[in-house]
């Protein structure tokens, strides 16, 4: 039987990611190349998006990311060095630092999280408690709650429901991180719901399309395969949740019961990371990637695979993307150094 690869469609970069990288490509592209201060054409607060290699290369090219402001120096400011702020957006203190200093920031922050900033802002506005549904210590839930820490409350787990507590005058409305799943937060909403039967659901539902799609198309890809490898970092939290989804759905067709290497979903950063011995025995391999992976990261785990034998690849297309979003108005405004 001819060993083959199950490759996932859709898989790697969304609209977001696209623009935030994109977004800083621009600005080193633009750079004045005559400059003779020691200053670099772009500062990064934090990783622009949560994959090692795009930052990696980004770096190569000139931008140097910082994880606080801080670590900027006064000169950037005076000298109209762009800063940009990364994909998982931030909280009003850190743009009231960046204000306070003259930076000139470029704000990379993904449209579908800034929905979920503005939305915080409403409904704090109309008298609301926020119970928010994300991952602590997260860049982006760093950044909502932040927009208003008394009034929005960070849950991770179902379990963490009995934690809450409110009146039943109290106005409640749920939010979520945006990489989060619908499978991943049923549970706790069940549970939000039952102990607080008032709460209002969001009127359009946070969860990005591409986590949903993703999730979608290596579902179906686990079911044709004996094992799944997923490209993406290990503090990307889509990329994580990609493979808990695609060994969920190995599970349910070994019925949880591992045969060798077969029944096993894995994450790497890139091909170095592959190990042999989880094909033992392998007759088809699925494959995905997480919403921050550039494809050739996903290339090189093909051509590796394809030097053990898998030489037959179908894909699984569950969905066209078609989603697009423009620079941020910042660029789009003028040019910059």
Known sequence: MTKRIVLADPRGF???VDRAILTVQTILKAANPSRTDDLPPVYVRRQIVHNKHVVEELS????VFVQELAEIPDSAASAGIPIVFSAHGVSPAVKAEAAARGM???DATCPLVSKVHREVLRFVKEGYEIIYIGHKGHDEAVGVVGESPE???LIEHESDVDSLDFSS????VLLSQTTLSVDETAGTIAALKERFPWLEMPPNSDICYATSNRQAAVKLVAEQSDCVVIVGSANSSNSVRLMEVAQEGLNTRFGGVLDGACGKAHRVDD????DPAWFDGVESVGISSGASVPDELVSGVIESLQSQGFNDVATIETIKENMHFVLPSELRKKPVR
């Open 271 to 274: 091909a170095s990371e592959l």
């Open 104 to 106: 000139h920031v470029v």
């Open 60 to 63: 190569a090219q000139g931008a």
């Open 151 to 153: 009034h929005v409350h």
């Open 169 to 172: 005058d109290t106005k409640l």
């Open 14 to 16: 969304c609209a977001g």
